[in-house]
């Protein structure tokens, strides 16, 4: 299981992103893994087509993708407040390596720098 930052579904479905030839590269090569997001990550990544009226073709664009959704559990708050005061990260960053623990992944997907230092920290 690969779980995928923001930064790159938005890379893949802005087709003037500085990522986007990058990004559809590297799904193209891990085109055999299972990709998943947590939901935070998802609104993020929704939020430019819903103000351009394009939510439905950025939905089906992540539908290719067959893109999981990693649901919070219970304790989501807790756990995202720990890994807020350890890794100093945004919000929605640590609901991405929450989500990664949760998916048990193998592998954070990110162009954010300090996003993929903390996921390599963690072990992903």
Not at 27 to 37: D, G, I, K, R, W
């Amino acid at each position: 299981m690969i779980v995928v930052d923001a930064s790159v579904l938005i890379g893949l479905l802005e087709e003037t992103d500085a990522h986007h030839d990058r990004t559809r590269q590297l799904l193209l090569e891990l085109a055999s893994h299972p990709l998943a997001a947590s939901p935070i990550t998802l609104a993020e990544v929704l939020v430019g087509p819903a103000r351009h009226d394009r939510l439905d073709e950025a939905r089906d664009a992540l539908r290719v993708l067959e893109l999981g959704e990693v649901p919070f559990g219970p304790d989501a708050a807790t756990r995202l407040a720990v890994l807020r005061a350890d890794t100093r990260l945004r919000l929605p960053d640590c609901c991405v390596l929450l989500a990664a623990q949760d998916a048990a992944a193998d592998r954070v997907l990110t162009f954010d720098d300090r996003l993929g230092a903390e996921a390599a920290r963690k072990g992903f």
